[in-house]
């Protein structure tokens, strides 16, 4: 088992008769032991009667490679004395590390920077000064390579703080944290994906290295965030042969599409429908070119058909803006009286391109 600073170690030794296989102890007879390091000893080692060990407990207080003896004698019944050596590695403590970002599958537009944070905790003892550095696979499918800080280096460079970059609050004792955080720019190929992750080190010699979870990054040529201000349309009770009957939202300029400040590109909004059925699924149903939309005022007279395929709604609209719908539904004679319900879609995608 692993074995940190000031965790109790028990030593075991087997004193035993070759030809009988019985343990040697009894009046006269012992095992000792002695330590490279402070206190070193002999000790008196104590026979247990259950596992027929002799057994010695001890911890230490600092991280090393720590060399031991055992004699055991027990010359005064006839038997040969026997030493053993044997070693210990004592960990100093250990690095708990994290990636808090980015999240895996992230997608992040060229030439623009996402936020990698690190986070580390000291474990069980003292762990020395500790660094960190972020990397990506470069030629092997997990993270090899540290990211570049020289700015315009593909496929990353990052903006800010130094990589390798050192714990704010050197030296780390045990139960203390560090965070983190670098600025990095994605200047890679448009469509190309790598694994991000972070190396924690410490200059503590017998204290492992740690490596935090590998997440990937997606370089794309835009991020698209949009928002749906409401979640349904609920025309109400209508009459057959109704016509321009308009959504109870349209007076309050309700059906708002927000294209958020993040979107890192102008966006075309396309629009589409289903029909609306009834709730028994049986043949009565009103067709998607019932429902009539307008982008631009609330006019029944100039709005648009909904239809199966997409169609476009708005093109070219900037991030941080907001696009307000207006609906209305035709009833058609020669419906029964129920519940009816569609679906409508809305699809943001970046200019120029098609759902």
Same mark, same amino acid.
């Given at each position: !088992?692993?074995?940190?600073? *000031?965790?109790?170690?028990?030593?075991?030794?087997?004193?035993?008769?070759?030809?009988?296989?019985?343990?040697?102890?009894?009046?006269?007879?012992?095992?000792?032991?002695?330590?490279?390091?402070? @206190?070193?000893?002999?000790?008196?080692?104590?026979?247990?009667?259950? %596992?027929?060990?002799?057994?010695?407990? !001890?911890?230490?207080?600092?991280?090393?490679?720590?060399?031991?003896?055992?004699?055991?004698?027990?010359?005064?019944? &006839?038997?040969?004395?026997?030493?053993?050596?044997?070693?210990?590695?004592?960990?100093?403590?250990?690095?708990?590390?994290?990636?808090?970002?980015?999240?895996?599958?992230?997608?992040?537009?060229?030439?623009?920077?996402?936020?990698?944070?690190?986070?580390?905790?000291?474990?069980?003892?003292?762990?020395?000064?500790?660094?960190?550095?972020? !990397?990506?696979?470069?030629?092997? %499918?997990?993270?090899?390579?540290?990211?570049?800080?020289?700015? &315009?280096?593909?496929?990353?460079?990052?903006?800010?703080?130094?990589?390798?970059?050192?714990?704010?609050?050197?030296?780390?004792?045990?139960?203390?944290?560090?965070?983190?955080?670098?600025?990095?720019?994605?200047? +890679?190929?448009?469509?190309? %994906?790598?694994?991000? +992750?972070?190396?924690?080190?410490?200059?503590?010699?017998?204290?492992?290295? *740690?490596?935090?979870?590998?997440?990937?990054?997606?370089?794309?040529?835009?991020?698209?965030?949009?928002?749906?201000?409401?979640?349904?349309?609920?025309?109400?009770?209508?009459?057959?042969?109704?016509?321009?009957?308009?959504? @109870? +939202?349209?007076?309050?300029?309700?059906?708002?599409?927000?294209?958020? %400040?993040?979107?890192?590109?102008?966006?075309?909004?396309?629009?589409? &429908?289903?029909?609306l059925n009834r709730s028994?699924?049986?043949?009565?149903?009103?067709?998607? +070119?019932?429902?009539?939309?307008?982008?631009?005022?609330?006019?029944?007279s100039s709005g648009y058909?909904?239809?199966?395929?997409?169609?476009?709604?708005?093109?070219?609209?900037?991030?941080?803006?907001?696009?307000?719908?207006?609906?209305?539904?035709?009833?058609?004679?020669?419906?029964?009286?129920?519940?009816?319900?569609?679906?409508?879609?809305?699809?943001?995608?970046?200019?120029?391109?098609? @759902?």
């Open positions: !088992r692993t074995v940190y600073v *000031n965790e109790n170690v028990t030593f075991f030794a087997n004193y035993t008769n070759l030809t009988s296989g019985e343990p040697i102890n009894g009046s006269g007879v012992y095992c000792e032991i002695s330590f490279n390091v402070s @206190p070193y000893g002999p000790f008196n080692m104590t026979f247990n009667s259950s %596992s027929l060990l002799y057994e010695y407990n !001890r911890s230490f207080s600092l991280g090393g490679f720590y060399s031991w003896n055992v004699t055991c004698n027990g010359s005064v019944q &006839g038997y040969e004395p026997l030493s053993a050596n044997d070693s210990i590695t004592i960990k100093q403590g250990y690095l708990e590390v994290m990636l808090v970002e980015p999240v895996d599958q992230k997608n992040v537009a060229q030439n623009t920077t996402f936020l990698v944070n690190v986070t580390v905790y000291c474990k069980k003892g003292y762990c020395g000064n500790v660094t960190g550095r972020i !990397r990506y696979n470069s030629t092997s %499918s997990n993270p090899d390579t540290d990211i570049s800080t020289t700015e &315009g280096d593909t496929p990353f460079y990052i903006t800010d703080n130094p990589n390798p970059q050192n714990c704010s609050g050197n030296p780390l004792d045990k139960d203390e944290y560090c965070e983190l955080v670098w600025n990095v720019n994605a200047t +890679g190929t448009i469509g190309s %994906s790598y694994k991000i +992750g972070a190396l924690l080190e410490s200059n503590m010699s017998y204290l492992d290295d *740690n490596t935090t979870d590998n997440n990937t990054i997606q370089i794309v040529s835009c991020i698209l965030d949009i928002t749906l201000q409401w979640d349904s349309i609920d025309f109400g009770n209508l009459q057959p042969g109704t016509t321009n009957n308009s959504a @109870p +939202g349209n007076v309050n300029d309700n059906y708002n599409i927000t294209v958020e %400040s993040v979107t890192t590109c102008n966006v075309d909004l396309y629009i589409k &429908g289903t029909d028994l699924n049986d043949n009565y149903y009103i067709q998607v +070119g019932n429902i009539t939309w307008n982008n631009a005022t609330n006019e029944y058909r909904l239809g199966y395929s997409w169609n476009l709604l708005k093109e070219a609209v900037s991030p941080s803006t907001n696009v307000t719908m207006y609906y209305w539904i035709d009833i058609p004679f020669g419906i029964t009286a129920d519940n009816y319900t569609g679906t409508l879609y809305i699809e943001g995608v970046e200019s120029g391109e098609e @759902p």
